[in-house]
């Protein structure tokens, strides 16, 4: 009999040994009774050096007393499952290196005794793999937002881009039309002195020569303008204060040959004596309007209010 328990353990050994999880058997009192090959490498431990001593002993030291009390309640509770299907614990090698460890414990009666046996796998490489995969997830999901920002920038670049090449047809629209007015007073005067220098006294050729000269110089201020106007941009534009008078009376000049040509009077007294807003744009607004109403207002009437 004893001969025959002698071969069955024999083949219950080599049958562990065959095994490629390190497997391990105790008893109620947490006794180790057997372990195979891949429990020795695993460890570093030779079987004799195991067999005898409590499972705790190769848990390392913040973890005994509970693995010990979760032990001790899961034998004192036959319908306990503490210990039943899957269990992640921390297990230390004989060199001091502690691993994570899952284990598979079943338990079975032999010889009205309660014998334990678990399958151990040492899990180091796996939840390696898991931590890199959550890590990619991160950094995909970071990646992925980097991306959504870098899109709504260029949306934004573009919609920008719009904006800049719809103020730049205003800002040529602006600057073709509104140049206008003054070059035709200096082209009219000095076609007038151009005409008339024979027969025109001096006081009438200095008075177009200074006709011109003003309308050169306008022309320079209203360049000046439009290009800050230019760099800064209608909505960086500062609004301020404005005398009305002022702002008309540039206007007016900007329109002098117009007018006189027209025989247009102008009145203001209607405005008010000061006006908010951007100087340039200002000067605009009263200029095509008083270049709209001497254009399609009949000479016969020519009273502008």
Sequence with gaps: MINEDREAFIQLREIMDAVRDGIITFNEEGEILLVNKEMEKMW?????MLVGKPFTFLIPPPHKSLQLELFKRRIKNEKSHIFTGELIMTGQRSNGDVFPIELHISDFKYDGKRIFTAVVRDITERLQVEKDLRDSKLQLELRTRELEKTQEELHQLVEELKRSNSELEQFA???SHDLQEPLRNVEG???LLKRQWKKAAEETKEEYLGHA????????????????????GRDATPFMEISTELIIGMAKNNLRLPIQQSQAIITTENLPPVIK???LQLIQLFQ?????????TPIISNRIS
Excluded at 44 to 48: R, S, V
Excluded at 213 to 232: E, N
Excluded at 288 to 296: E, G, P, W, Y
């Design 288 to 296: 095509n309007l008083l270049s709209n109403a001497i254009k399609f």
């Design 277 to 279: 807003g951007a100087r």
């Design 44 to 48: 570093g431990y030779q079987a004799d």
């Design 173 to 175: 629209y602006i600057a």
């Design 189 to 191: 005067y000095i076609s």
């Design 213 to 232: 000269i003003k309308g050169v110089v306008r022309m320079q201020a209203l360049i000046h303008d439009l290009l800050h106007y230019s760099r800064a």
